[in-house]
């Protein structure tokens, strides 16, 4: 891979994926999280429909736009489920990948991301690497920055924590055939409200044990 126009801001684990955020030359960041091979969604196009999530459509036609972005929702035709359109993350999700060294060199990784360069986004300016362009974004949040804010690190990894979350969350246990799946019955079984309380403490363990 060539000379790399962006500068990786963080690399961690977070709910059995890879995720990193980096910072690009034009000052905004973008969010990462990788899945593995055994994954459902691996080697998925994120704005092609998927017969995986297909059987979860009607849950999809209740819920809020939250922070999807609007065109995947309002453009939905009803039908077709794509992971742009399913996935609560900053603006959607607008980017995959895989084994080509982006964001970072990982092999055997399906990348899902996301950009923080939307309409109401604004550019850290001390990190657009071009002096003309940082002058025109410059002068452009000085006329119109009140519209605008910038997503700190911290506010992209907590993004990026949450698509992992959402990649890792009841019905993809089930689909990849987890070891805790008899276990996870009983406890929805015995008592639904500590679901919740089962999961969180299920994907800390996973993550010691590097089950994907």
């Known amino acids: 891979m ?12 977070a709910f059995n994926c890879e995720c990193v955020v980096i910072m690009t030359e034009m000052g905004h960041r973008c969010g990462y999280v990788g899945i593995r091979e055994n994954h459902p969604l691996y080697g998925v196009n994120y704005h092609e ?5 297909e059987q979860w459509s009607e849950q999809l036609r209740k819920e809020e736009i939250g922070k999807r ?3 995947p929702v309002v453009c939905w035709d009803g039908e077709t489920i794509s992971p742009e359109a399913w996935f609560h993350v900053h603006g959607s999700i607008t980017y995959c990948g895989g084994n080509d060294g982006y964001p970072i060199e990982l092999p055997n990784v399906w990348w899902y991301g996301y950009d923080c360069g939307h309409c109401d986004d604004a550019p850290s300016i001390p990190d657009i690497s071009n002096p003309q362009v940082r002058a025109i974004e410059q002068r452009f949040l000085d006329d119109f920055g009140w519209r605008r804010v910038v997503r ?4 992209c990894i907590e993004e990026c924590e949450n698509l992992a979350k959402q990649l890792n969350e009841l019905p993809w246990m089930e689909a990849l055939d987890h070891p805790a799946k ?3 019955r009983e406890v929805m079984e015995s008592a639904n409200g500590e679901v919740d309380k089962w999961i969180k403490k299920r994907q800390e363990k996973d993550g010691e044990n590097g089950i994907f």
Not at 49 to 53: I, K, Q, R
Not at 152 to 155: D, F, G, H, I, Q
């Open 2 to 13: 060539g000379r790399r126009s962006y500068k990786v801001e963080k690399h961690w684990q």
């Open 49 to 53: 429909h998927s017969d995986f999530l």
């Open 69 to 71: 972005g609007i065109l």
């Open 152 to 155: 700190t690190l911290e506010y």
């Open 182 to 184: 008899s276990e996870l």
